[in-house]
């Protein structure tokens, strides 16, 4: 158990709608990171928040966004679904932002868009 | 920018097998090396990492050396299980500036099969 916590596991929904995944990150850690896994595009970095700001973002879509909390958890919010949508989702947390600590991830989020 | 070239699977051995998976990578600066591992229907676990260079990384029995002069993280076990039958990521980070934040780059994965 890493100790980062996702919900939802796992998530059916149609084309056009709208999810929200959430993320609490491990006791302590204030920076949030959000990777997107599928299969034709691996593991992509997706976002990332620093103790409630954006840091830097990677292929992160338009109808896509994020924000961290000031309890440090995180959400993912993911709009107008599309079927290429469909993927799982994985967030991460770590101690520090300039560190070599390592980066733990969640057990991901599982979404199909149909 | 960071990229991280990953041995292309899938590959398939007998128990006991030895186990090679290489990793080289591209960065600037002193980036992070890390291994993780996802088994089938699971995320991603840490399987092992190393910070610095000659730095040797090891957990249930995997290893992975740290080679600046290779820009290489191989991934080795001397003898794999049915239960080691997973997908492997090699991955780097680096360290973050003020300017710019740290990142985890990841290769593309290789799917191991053990069979017994």
């Known amino acids: 158990d890493s100790g980062v916590t996702q919900t939802p596991k796992h998530l059916i929904t149609a084309t056009g709608q709208r999810v929200t995944l959430r993320c609490s990150p491990r006791?302590?850690?204030?920076?949030v990171y959000w990777y997107q896994q599928s299969l034709d595009q691996g593991l992509q970095f997706l976002i990332q928040?620093?103790?409630?700001?954006?840091?830097a973002k990677g292929n992160i879509l338009e109808r896509f966004s994020a924000q961290q909390f000031p309890d440090l958890h995180s959400e993912l919010n993911l709009s107008s679904l599309e079927l290429g949508d469909s993927a799982l989702y994985f967030c991460?947390?770590?101690?520090?932002?300039?560190?070599?600590?390592?980066?733990?991830f969640g057990e991901g989020s599982w979404l199909t868009v149909v | 920018g960071n990229s991280v070239t990953q041995m292309e699977g899938p590959v398939t051995l007998s128990e006991e097998a030895f186990l090679t998976i290489n990793c080289t990578y591209t960065?600037?600066?002193?980036?992070?090396l890390f291994w993780y591992v996802q088994y089938p229907g699971e995320g991603l676990q840490l399987l092992l990492k190393?910070?610095?260079?000659?730095d040797k990384g090891s957990n249930k029995g995997f290893e992975a050396t740290y080679r600046k002069e290779t820009t290489s993280f191989h991934l080795e076990k001397g003898s794999v299980q049915v239960s080691d039958s997973a997908v492997y990521f090699c991955?780097?980070?680096?360290?973050?500036?003020?300017?710019?934040?740290?990142?985890?780059?990841f290769g593309s994965g290789t799917q191991l099969t053990v069979l017994p």
């Open positions: 991460a947390s770590s101690p520090r932002e300039f560190s070599g600590n390592t980066i733990y």
């Open positions: 006791s302590g850690d204030l920076s």
């Open positions: 928040y620093y103790n409630g700001e954006e840091r």
């Open positions: 960065a600037t600066g002193y980036p992070s």
């Open positions: 190393a910070t610095k260079a000659d």
């Open positions: 991955a780097l980070s680096d360290r973050g500036t003020e300017r710019t934040a740290r990142q985890l780059t």
